[in-house]
């Protein structure tokens, strides 16, 4: 596999971004697709692991580099796996994320009305895809279970953070220290499965 020194993370979205570049080798030069002037494709796919590809595939074409990219989502378990892929799309539809966040948190509760046994459960999943200058696709996914609390809460993090509340924690990711919840969340374990191709390079 031909040796590289830069690689595209094939993203928009900043917090997202960031993540990536923390977990990826320092050698790697890490380049934003808007420092290139490349528009975000249109997730067509039905599948995360289908907009990750498709994402993957589109960034590489017009950058001729390397690239990495994401599809992640919240999935919550009694709104039927909503907002799952469209779990951007949710956000401007609900105009940003606090109000979406909201909207979450009201539906879980209606879901709940007069149930003895209150669910609660979702999960974050990442897909990520990496594209080597061979044209070769690896991809791995990554997913964290746990609750939507009754309240967002905390300012870390990005996206649905403050209304996911890990297994095991007492606390949202939003409320988390920026490094603990990125060593941990699904993103960190997708990267793991990928880390051993990406560190060869």
């Known amino acids: 596999m031909r040796k590289i020194n830069k690689i595209l993370i094939g993203t928009h979205n900043e917090g997202k971004f960031k993540e990536l570049c923390y977990l990826l080798p320092k050698k790697l030069n890490k380049i934003s697709p808007l420092s290139l002037g490349i ?5 067509t796919g039905k ?3 289908a907009n ?6 589109y960034f590489s074409k017009f950058s001729k580099l390397a690239s990495l990219s994401d599809d992640s989502g919240l999935v919550v378990n009694c709104l039927n796996g909503k907002p799952g892929i469209h779990s951007a799309r949710w956000a401007k539809k609900y105009g940003g994320f606090k109000k979406a966040m909201k909207k979450i948190i009201l539906m879980v509760q209606n879901k709940n009305k007069s149930k003895k046994n209150i669910n609660t459960k979702a999960y974050f999943i ?7 200058t061979t044209g070769k696709i690896f991809t791995a996914s990554g997913k964290i279970f746990g609750n939507i609390s009754s309240k967002a809460m905390g300012k ?3 996206g649905y953070d403050p209304i996911f509340v890990p297994n095991n924690y007492k606390i949202t990711f939003g409320q988390m220290k920026k490094k603990k919840k990125m060593l941990m969340d699904h993103r960190y374990l997708a990267f ?4 051993k191709v990406i560190n060869s390079l």
């Open 156 to 158: 870390n993090g990005f």
């Open 39 to 43: 528009k975000s494709p249109k997730e």
């Open 47 to 49: 599948t995360f692991l």
């Open 126 to 132: 990442c897909c990520l895809s990496f594209k080597t």
């Open 52 to 57: 990750s590809k498709l994402k993957v595939n």
């Open 192 to 195: 793991q499965k990928l880390k």
